[in-house]
């Protein structure tokens, strides 16, 4: 007679790493935000956050470099990942765009400051030319420069492994039938690339919306968003409460961002394009 075997137990240890290290620590974030630094339950912390104008000013911050990043992210990779498609020897193309995925986070912010400090690389080539040098460090435009340059890998994979799913015999029938490059892309390519997009917007906006490295070392004080005010209230002022309060708005907002950029139906997604 044969053992029975019971699938539920191979889920154990996915429902205990579940529970343990994402549920709780999020539902410890939830009591410290409704809580006070005498553990008394409160909403002086939501309120403190709604009715400072300078919370709101962070949240707007937050949702604009965001979305400056993933903007920024998508006109480049897009095309990228179907030139790629393109190209012969595919995977040593990957790996390329994926190797500086395996540097350190650290590493990457500080080689980038020593290429666009004062005396660093863009500036040494520039003095070639007789311009500079140019104060690239602690701006706006260098801290999406830097973002949009780490995040670029995680948003054309998935749009790569959309397009090259896509039978090649659609783009040539739209072809064959007198369709113009622009409208093979819109009613062909882009309804059929869409859920890759999709999922790079998420991959970038999300992590995008609490960054606080980069907003510290290569954007400095100029760039604040709520992933630097967390770190203030965490590390700084030691007022965790707060810091949680923050921590929670930031799920929320990502939470929205999800449903926003979920995936539709695909007959939904037939019937609009008809």
């Known amino acids: 007679m044969k053992n029975k075997r019971h699938p539920g137990l191979f889920a154990i240890p996915y429902v205990l790493w579940i529970a343990f290290f994402v549920i709780l620590p999020i539902l410890l974030i939830v009591w ?9 339950l409160t909403l002086q912390n939501y309120h403190t956050f709604f009715a400072n104008g300078t919370f709101l000013r962070m949240s707007l911050n937050s949702f604009w470099y965001a979305f400056l990043i993933t903007l920024a992210t998508l ?13 012969k020897k595919q995977q040593f193309w ?15 912010a500080y080689a980038f400051i020593g290429i666009l400090g004062r005396q660093g690389l863009v500036n040494q080539f520039l ?12 701006t706006n435009f260098g801290f999406l420069l830097v973002a949009t340059y780490i995040e670029i890998p ?22 064959d039938l007198g369709a113009s490059k622009w409208q093979t892309f819109r009613f062909v390519l882009w309804p059929l690339s869409r859920a890759g997009v999709e999922s790079g917007i998420q991959a ?29 209230y965490f590390m700084t002022t030691m007022n965790w409460n707060m810091g949680a309060t923050i921590g929670v708005i930031l799920i929320v907002m990502m939470i929205l961002v999800m449903l926003l950029t979920g995936n539709k139906p695909a007959h939904g997604r037939r019937m609009h394009h008809e």
């Open 32 to 40: 410290y935000s409704f809580t006070n630094t005498n553990q008394h």
């Open 75 to 87: 006109l480049i990779s897009y095309p990228a990942a179907y030139f790629l498609t393109k190209l």
């Open 94 to 108: 990957l790996l390329l765009i994926i190797l500086p995925t395996w540097i350190n986070l650290l590493l990457k």
């Open 127 to 138: 003095q070639l030319f007789g311009l500079g040098p140019v104060n690239m460090l602690f």
């Open 154 to 175: 995680f948003m054309i994979l998935p749009i790569y492994n959309a397009i090259v799913a896509i039978d090649p015999a659609l783009i040539q029938a739209s072809e």
């Open 204 to 232: 970038i906006f999300i992590p995008s919306l609490s960054l606080f490295m980069l907003t510290r070392l290569i954007g400095g004080n100029r760039v604040i968003t709520l992933g630097t005010a967390i770190e203030e």
